[in-house]
């Protein structure tokens, strides 16, 4: 779901992936794969940049909201020390 601004300056929450097609006349249209068609305010160039958020934060996953630390500094304190199921490696 994207947010968008209507000509009254109203908001309008629209489903991103039931655009089709956004296009820039004397203010910016929206048509929806259903044939219908929304004008708004808000710009081509920001609606676009909305819907790529919007993708990129679907295929990210509800997990992936916050920058994952680096894991080699764990990787490393687990392979540290030899147990019985895995040997020191040689070198």
């Known amino acids: 779901m994207i947010y968008v601004t209507r000509l009254d300056g109203s908001t309008l929450v629209v489903n991103a992936d039931l655009i089709e097609t956004v296009e820039h006349t004397a203010d910016t249209v929206i ?17 676009v940049e ?15 909201m916050t920058d994952t630390p680096p894991l080699h500094a ?16 040689a070198h």
Do not use: N, S
């Open 50 to 64: 909305a819907v790529i958020g919007y993708r990129q934060m679907i295929a990210r996953g509800p997990l992936r």
């Open 74 to 89: 764990a990787a490393q304190a687990i392979h540290a020390e030899p147990t019985p199921f895995r040997p020191r490696e």
């Open 31 to 47: 048509t929806l794969l259903d044939g219908k068609k929304l004008v708004v305010k808000t710009p081509v160039e920001d609606v």
